[in-house]
Protein backbone atom coordinates (compact mmCIF):
# COMPACT_ATOMS: atom_id res chain seq x y z
CA UNK A 1 0.00 0.00 0.00
CA UNK A 2 1.28 3.24 -0.67
CA UNK A 3 0.99 5.64 1.56
CA UNK A 4 1.74 9.22 2.00
CA UNK A 5 4.31 8.45 4.91
CA UNK A 6 5.86 6.24 2.44
CA UNK A 7 5.75 8.72 -0.64
CA UNK A 8 7.45 10.91 2.04
CA UNK A 9 10.10 8.33 3.60
CA UNK A 10 10.46 7.64 -0.43
CA UNK A 11 11.31 11.07 -1.67
CA UNK A 12 13.45 11.69 1.42
CA UNK A 13 15.44 8.76 1.26
CA UNK A 14 18.22 10.58 -0.94
CA UNK A 15 20.43 7.19 -1.64
CA UNK A 16 17.68 5.07 -2.57
CA UNK A 17 16.50 8.27 -5.19
CA UNK A 18 20.11 8.16 -6.26
CA UNK A 19 20.66 4.35 -7.39
CA UNK A 20 17.42 4.29 -9.63
CA UNK A 21 17.99 3.81 -12.56
CA UNK A 22 13.85 3.97 -14.20
CA UNK A 23 12.40 1.11 -15.64
CA UNK A 24 8.39 0.77 -17.24
CA UNK A 25 6.46 -0.19 -14.85
CA UNK A 26 8.46 1.58 -11.49
CA UNK A 27 6.36 3.41 -9.76
CA UNK A 28 6.59 6.93 -9.03
CA UNK A 29 5.56 10.35 -7.58
CA UNK A 30 4.75 13.68 -10.58
CA UNK A 31 6.02 16.86 -9.84
CA UNK A 32 1.91 17.68 -8.53
CA UNK A 33 2.80 14.56 -5.42
CA UNK A 34 0.25 12.22 -7.19
CA UNK A 35 1.81 8.70 -7.72
CA UNK A 36 1.22 6.39 -11.25
CA UNK A 37 3.17 3.67 -12.94
CA UNK A 38 5.73 4.78 -15.65
CA UNK A 39 4.62 3.16 -19.14
CA UNK A 40 7.37 5.15 -20.90
CA UNK A 41 11.06 6.50 -20.34
CA UNK A 42 12.32 9.44 -22.44
CA UNK A 43 15.86 10.43 -22.67
CA UNK A 44 15.47 13.53 -20.04
CA UNK A 45 13.79 10.46 -17.87
CA UNK A 46 16.82 8.35 -18.13
CA UNK A 47 19.39 11.04 -17.49
CA UNK A 48 18.06 12.56 -14.78
CA UNK A 49 15.23 10.67 -13.46
CA UNK A 50 14.79 12.54 -9.88
CA UNK A 51 14.65 15.59 -11.61
CA UNK A 52 10.53 15.50 -11.49
CA UNK A 53 9.87 12.21 -10.44
CA UNK A 54 10.77 10.18 -7.13
CA UNK A 55 10.95 6.64 -7.31
CA UNK A 56 8.49 4.51 -5.12
CA UNK A 57 10.04 1.23 -4.78
CA UNK A 58 8.20 -2.18 -4.52
CA UNK A 59 8.45 -4.45 -2.15
CA UNK A 60 10.30 -7.01 -4.59
CA UNK A 61 12.43 -3.79 -5.00
CA UNK A 62 13.39 -3.51 -1.68
CA UNK A 63 14.67 -6.70 -1.17
CA UNK A 64 16.37 -6.72 -4.44
CA UNK A 65 18.40 -3.66 -2.67
CA UNK A 66 19.60 -6.26 0.12
CA UNK A 67 20.71 -8.92 -1.79
CA UNK A 68 20.06 -12.02 -0.32
CA UNK A 69 17.83 -10.90 2.52
CA UNK A 70 17.58 -14.59 4.37
CA UNK A 71 21.09 -13.54 5.67
CA UNK A 72 19.39 -10.58 7.11
CA UNK A 73 15.67 -11.72 7.82
CA UNK A 74 16.50 -10.55 11.77
CA UNK A 75 16.97 -7.07 11.09
CA UNK A 76 14.08 -6.41 9.07
CA UNK A 77 12.30 -8.30 11.48
CA UNK A 78 13.81 -6.04 14.74
CA UNK A 79 12.38 -3.70 12.93
CA UNK A 80 8.87 -4.39 13.58
CA UNK A 81 9.28 -2.68 17.03
CA UNK A 82 10.31 0.38 14.99
CA UNK A 83 7.17 -0.25 12.98
CA UNK A 84 5.23 0.02 16.29
CA UNK A 85 6.53 2.38 17.63
CA UNK A 86 6.28 5.07 14.54
CA UNK A 87 3.18 3.29 13.81
CA UNK A 88 4.43 2.21 10.36
CA UNK A 89 0.90 1.35 8.41
CA UNK A 90 2.20 -0.56 5.13
CA UNK A 91 5.09 -3.02 4.92
CA UNK A 92 6.36 -0.61 2.44
CA UNK A 93 6.97 1.52 5.14
CA UNK A 94 8.68 -1.11 7.64
CA UNK A 95 10.87 -2.65 4.90
CA UNK A 96 11.80 0.86 3.15
CA UNK A 97 13.15 1.27 7.09
CA UNK A 98 14.88 -1.92 7.08
CA UNK A 99 16.72 -1.19 4.20
CA UNK A 100 17.29 1.76 4.75
CA UNK A 101 19.62 0.57 7.88
CA UNK A 102 21.08 -2.42 6.35
CA UNK A 103 22.62 -0.20 3.36
CA UNK A 104 22.84 3.14 5.02
CA UNK A 105 22.60 2.90 8.58
CA UNK A 106 19.82 5.60 9.13
CA UNK A 107 16.08 4.87 10.77
CA UNK A 108 13.24 6.54 9.87
CA UNK A 109 12.16 8.94 13.12
CA UNK A 110 9.28 9.69 11.86
CA UNK A 111 9.90 12.91 9.84
CA UNK A 112 13.70 12.35 8.64
CA UNK A 113 16.03 9.55 8.26
CA UNK A 114 18.99 9.28 11.00
CA UNK A 115 22.06 7.92 11.45
CA UNK A 116 22.35 5.30 13.91
CA UNK A 117 25.26 6.21 16.45
Known sequence: ????NYINMCEMAIEIQNSWKPEIHDW???PDG???IL???GDAMRKN???????LPTLEQLFEMVGDYRKQIDR???SLMVMKKYKYKSMQEL???AVMEIKYNKLWNGKSWEVIK
Not at 1 to 4: E, L
Not at 50 to 55: A, D, G, I, L, Q
Request: some cysteine; charged content about 20%; glycine content about 0%.
Open 1 to 4: MITD
Open 95 to 97: VLN
Open 28 to 30: CTD
Open 39 to 41: YSI
Open 76 to 78: PFL
Open 34 to 36: DYS
Open 49 to 55: PTRWNKW
